[in-house]
């Protein structure tokens, strides 16, 4: 059975940093193509961040040169690192393979970003 437990999520003033995991289990975190998404209040779940098994990654245009994705492959890992955070990255961060698999959808982690 697949897990994907997020953490790392909290409260961070703008322009701060801060480090998401994900521990991927039942599957290989680099076999798969793997995403970092989030949802904000009144909005849909939006991709944030991926990456290929290969190690490419790509950024929406919101977070390019803020966030890096990368991943351990010894620990079955994913991070994302979130620098100079701003209030409009507040969200739910969740992560995913890409294109993303509904069933395999976690809790989530909360970040808030205040102004």
């Known amino acids: 059975q697949v897990h994907l437990v997020e953490s790392g999520g909290g409260l961070v003033q703008a322009g701060g940093s801060l480090r998401l995991s994900c521990a991927v289990s039942?599957?290989?975190?680099?076999?798969?193509?793997m995403g970092w998404y989030r949802q904000a209040p009144g909005k849909e779940r939006e991709l944030v961040a991926r990456i290929t098994p290969g190690g490419m990654t790509m950024y929406a245009d919101s977070v390019k040169g803020r966030f890096t994705i990368s991943r351990d492959n010894a620990k079955n890992t994913m991070y994302v690192q979130m620098n100079s955070l701003k209030s409009e990255d507040t969200a739910v961060y969740y992560c995913?393979?890409?294109?993303?698999?509904?069933?395999?959808w976690g809790q989530g982690t909360q970040v808030t970003v205040s102004s």
């Open positions: 039942g599957i290989s975190g680099r076999a798969n193509a």
């Open positions: 995913n393979s890409y294109p993303p698999y509904e069933p395999w």
